[in-house]
C-alpha cells in the first residue's frame, strides 16, 4: 500500500524567496517605446515619478535653468533598464513634456 505524504513533504509555494530580486531583473527587453522627457517643458510635479509602476523615473538632485530661465533643482530622468515602456508617465504628464518614441 502506497503511503501519502504529508503537507509538511511538499515544498512551501507561493513566496518570494529573494526579496528585491526586480532590481536584478532588466525588462528593457519588453519595450517597443521609450519614454523621453523634454526637460524645457517638464514642469516638475512628479506625478510620471508616483504613476511609474516599475519606479522607473529617477529624481535627481541635478538643477536645471530652462531656456526662458526658470531654475529647477529637480531633474527626472528615466532608468531604461527597468522601464517596460508602459507609457503610463507619458499619459499622466500633465504638461505633456514626456514623449514615447519607437525602440531603435
Request: aromatic letters at 10%.
Given at each position: 500500500m502506497k503511503e501519502f505524504k504529508s503537507w509538511k513533504d511538499y515544498p512551501i509555494g507561493g513566496i518570494i524567496s529573494e526579496p528585491?530580486?526586480?532590481?536584478?531583473?532588466?525588462?528593457?527587453?519588453?519595450?517597443?517605446?521609450?519614454?523621453?522627457?523634454d526637460q524645457e517643458k517638464c514642469i516638475r510635479c512628479r506625478i510620471c515619478w508616483i504613476f511609474c509602476p516599475d519606479a522607473a523615473i529617477i529624481?535627481?538632485?541635478k538643477p536645471y535653468t530652462t531656456k526662458t530661465g526658470k531654475s529647477y533643482r529637480l531633474t527626472y530622468s528615466v532608468d531604461y533598464v527597468h522601464?517596460?515602456?508602459?507609457?503610463?508617465?507619458a499619459q499622466e504628464?500633465?504638461?505633456?513634456?514626456?514623449?514615447?518614441?519607437?525602440e531603435v
Amino acid at each position: 500500500m502506497k503511503e501519502f505524504k504529508s503537507w509538511k513533504d511538499y515544498p512551501i509555494g507561493g513566496i518570494i524567496s529573494e526579496p528585491g530580486s526586480t532590481l536584478e531583473l532588466d525588462v528593457s527587453g519588453w519595450r517597443n517605446e521609450r519614454p523621453q522627457i523634454d526637460q524645457e517643458k517638464c514642469i516638475r510635479c512628479r506625478i510620471c515619478w508616483i504613476f511609474c509602476p516599475d519606479a522607473a523615473i529617477i529624481e535627481e538632485e541635478k538643477p536645471y535653468t530652462t531656456k526662458t530661465g526658470k531654475s529647477y533643482r529637480l531633474t527626472y530622468s528615466v532608468d531604461y533598464v527597468h522601464c517596460k515602456g508602459c507609457g503610463i508617465c507619458a499619459q499622466e504628464c500633465p504638461a505633456k513634456a514626456i514623449q514615447m518614441i519607437p525602440e531603435v
